[in-house]
């Protein structure tokens, strides 16, 4: 019948899309060291999909669908370098190239596991544009199709497709070495891989309720890109702080809205809903970190941060001293106006109000904080805890109008009518 | 998504047969390509069900049944927690592991969606007073 066939057809293609998901970056990744192009490799790995779709429906999954796929991308290859004319030698090292990669793909399949690093770092290449990096490693590392990235960005796919071609070409024409960077460049290199595997995580994470479901999915490829890269780098220690971070943060979306996609503040969330098998994952990668570095970088020392909550059975639990430390770590580190801040919050709750007020009024003249709603937010809070009902009323009035979500500046503004109301009551 | 794989136990587990040296090293290397790929959060292998213990239910009371059990096919001999991207890519994961002769089960863990709407008020109750509680602690 029919009707039956086009559902062998459609888990045909469920089951390549999940071959693909597995063998997509790998694959790539070898046949981008025997061609020299990210451009041509990501065609040719293309042409064995659409075989793959071609056949797979009829003939069945091979045992081994990765080496499969390699055997007709190599041919597609060699296709494409004798359609080229290519010189004879040329032809020829290219053919006995072909040679070699075969038998290693084939002997053992993981052997040459460099590949897929130097892959992530072609992608995440800082000639290239933030954006496109996101978009190319998502496509070439997370075997997400150009669709699938667009709505997950929630850009047009043309946009995407667009970023796509650009970045091959600037790769292309830049002659961007196909290797893993060494010595002092490679903590700049592994920076910017970082930022776009985070980067990709908080889109996820920013997703809202009722989105589409490939936004939130965002979160999960951003963890699992993580978790490979810390298997190909496992002497990285922010590769680990990364990862342990991304966990920890991940591991309480469950807790962090309403059912009506509200969302719920760190300290009022429902701790039994974080997802324990996470936080003990993000627990041991941040040990694994820590033991890898005597000076915590960044992510290491945010998943900290996270560890003091996720360690906590209960919000009064939280060991916030440790959490102002650590968060005055991390302004020595990357100094920021935004770390600081928090740094105030953390002081407060760890010392009381009098000892944080100095460092959030320190932080009234910060340029980059004039337009930020968090800022009087936190120091209306602060002033009414220690009694400056006045001043906090003109505070939460100001981070009302500033606040862009309507939620919030009904809040405030009940905070500032609460505050006026016990400043004329002495 | 996360997937929980269930291996059957059987005889030989059952009786306490360990596997050998080259089972051991053609399953650690399996559980190290689900590690590199992302996708393994946990996994464990369990002991025969003569060191497990079984509790029971019911209305007259909690009854505590002490193993082996008997019916080996229902029981279990391992696990592993997987997070990945669709049914059917956990299903191409595991016909990668080293078995020979066994049967594995594979469900899905359910999320907060799978419950709908029957947890809601229940959840708006507990969260409400959660809020409430945390701001009473505030004051």
Redesign the interface.
């Known amino acids: 019948m029919v009707c039956s066939v086009t559902v062998t057809v459609t888990e045909a293609h469920r089951t390549i899309d999940a071959v693909w998901r597995i063998e997509s970056a790998k694959l790539i990744a070898a046949l981008v060291r025997v061609v020299r192009d990210v451009g041509l490799a990501e065609e040719l790995a293309q042409d064995a999909l659409v075989a793959a779709l071609e056949q797979w429906p009829s003939s069945g999954v091979p045992s081994n669908p990765g080496a499969w796929l390699m055997t007709i991308a190599k041919r597609r290859a060699i296709d494409h370098f004798r359609h080229q004319k290519m010189a004879q030698r040329k032809h020829e090292e290219v053919a006995l190239d072909l040679d070699t990669t075969q038998e290693a793909i084939e002997v053992e399949p993981d052997e040459v596991p460099d590949d897929l690093l130097r892959l992530i770092f072609t992608a995440c290449h800082p000639v290239l544009p933030t954006q496109s990096r996101v978009a190319l490693t998502l496509r070439l590392l997370g075997g997400l199709s150009t669709e699938e990235v667009a709505r997950a960005f929630l850009v047009p796919e043309a946009t995407v497709a667009q970023r796509i071609v650009r970045a091959k070409r600037t790769l292309a024409t830049t002659k961007v070495p196909y290797e893993v960077p060494v010595g002092d460049e490679l903590s700049d290199r592994l920076g910017s891989v970082l930022e776009v595997v985070y980067l990709i995580f908080n889109e996820g994470y920013s997703a809202t309720a009722g989105e589409d479901w490939m936004r939130p999915a965002l979160c999960a490829d951003a963890i699992r890109l993580g978790r490979i890269l810390a298997g190909l780098a496992p002497r990285e220690p922010e590769v680990f702080g990364l990862v342990a971070l991304m966990e920890l943060q991940a591991s309480r979306a469950r807790a962090r809205v309403t059912p009506e996609g509200e969302p719920i503040r760190l300290m009022d969330q429902n701790r039994a809903k974080w997802d324990r098998l996470l936080i003990g994952h993000g627990l041991a990668a941040l040990a694994r970190a820590e033991e890898l570095s005597a000076e915590p970088g960044p992510y290491t020392l945010q998943a900290a941060i996270a560890a003091c909550h996720a360690r906590a059975g209960a919000p009064e639990d939280t060991d916030w001293p440790r959490i102002a430390a650590l968060y005055g770590e991390l302004a020595r580190v990357t100094p920021s106006p935004v770390v600081e801040l928090n740094r105030a919050v953390a002081v407060s709750m760890a010392a009381g109000p009098e000892a944080a007020l100095p460092l959030v009024d320190a932080l009234g003249a910060e340029p980059a904080l004039s337009r930020y709603h968090l800022l009087p937010t936190v120091r209306g809070d602060l002033l009414a805890r220690v009694g400056r009902f006045a001043e906090a009323e003109t505070e939460f009035t100001r981070a009302a109008e500033l606040t862009r979500n309507e939620r919030e500046r009904a809040v405030l503004h009940a905070k500032a009518a609460e505050a006026a109301a016990r400043a004329s009551t002495p | 998504m996360k997937f929980m794989v269930l291996v059957k136990a059987d005889e030989a587990t059952e009786s306490g047969v360990m596997p050998t040296e080259q089972e051991l090293a053609e399953m650690g290397k399996f559980n190290e390509?689900l590690?590199?790929?992302?996708?393994m959060?946990?996994g464990e292998g369990l002991l025969p069900s003569s060191k497990g213990v079984r509790l029971r239910y019911s209305d007259e009371g909690t009854t505590v049944i002490d193993g082996p059990f008997a019916e080996s096919k229902e029981l279990i001999a391992g696990f592993w927690?997987l997070?990945?991207?669709?049914r059917?890519?956990v299903?191409?994961?595991m016909k990668r592991a080293p078995f020979r002769d066994t049967t594995i089960e594979i469900r899905q863990v359910a999320?907060?969606e799978d419950f709908g709407d029957a947890l809601?008020p229940e959840?708006?109750e507990?969260?409400a007073r959660?809020?409430e509680q945390?701001a009473q602690?505030a004051r």
């Open positions: 390509e590690v590199k790929a992302g996708v959060l946990t927690i997070e990945v991207s669709s059917e890519e299903v191409e994961w999320s907060e809601r959840l708006r507990q969260e959660l809020r945390s602690r």
